[in-house]
Nanobody, 120 residues
Framework: QVHLVESGGGLVQAGGSVRLSCAAS????????MGWYRQAPGNQRELVAR???????NYVDSVKGRFTISRDNAKNTVYLQMNSLKPEDTAVYYC??????????????WGQGTQVTVSS
């Protein structure tokens, strides 16, 4: 009954910017950490950015200084602002959330993925 819906992906030129959004809906007691992962063709899925409920963040080294993760707890939404995009950022980006539901049931949820393509 918990769903994550992503939006904001698309085609962008190198050096450009894209803002991804992911909204969680359903029977949610509390959302703990939220994050963005990506998977490029032929590669494993990797963590791009993570944000805890207290606002602390972590980034993979390759995006530090270019990407910013943020969250709006009132909207159960996490964002990923991606600036200075490079062709190597091309991947399917997946939203992830650690969610506490009724009766303190904890689950790890994933969005369907959104394609970000950065042209040279």
């Amino acid at each position: 009954q918990v769903h994550l819906v992503e939006s904001g992906g698309g085609l962008v030129q190198a050096g450009g910017s894209v803002r991804l959004s992911c909204a969680a809906s359903g029977s949610i007691l509390r959302i703990n950490a939220m994050g963005w992962y990506r998977q490029a063709p032929g590669n494993q899925r990797e963590l791009v950015a993570r944000i805890a409920n207290n606002g602390s963040t972590n980034y993979v080294d390759s995006v530090k200084g270019r990407f910013t993760i943020s969250r709006d707890n009132a909207k159960n939404t996490v964002y990923l602002q991606m600036n200075s995009l490079k062709p190597e950022d091309t991947a399917v980006y997946y939203c992830n959330a650690d969610i506490l539901r009724a009766f303190y049931r904890r689950g790890d949820y994933w969005g369907q993925g959104t394609q970000v393509t950065v042209s040279s």
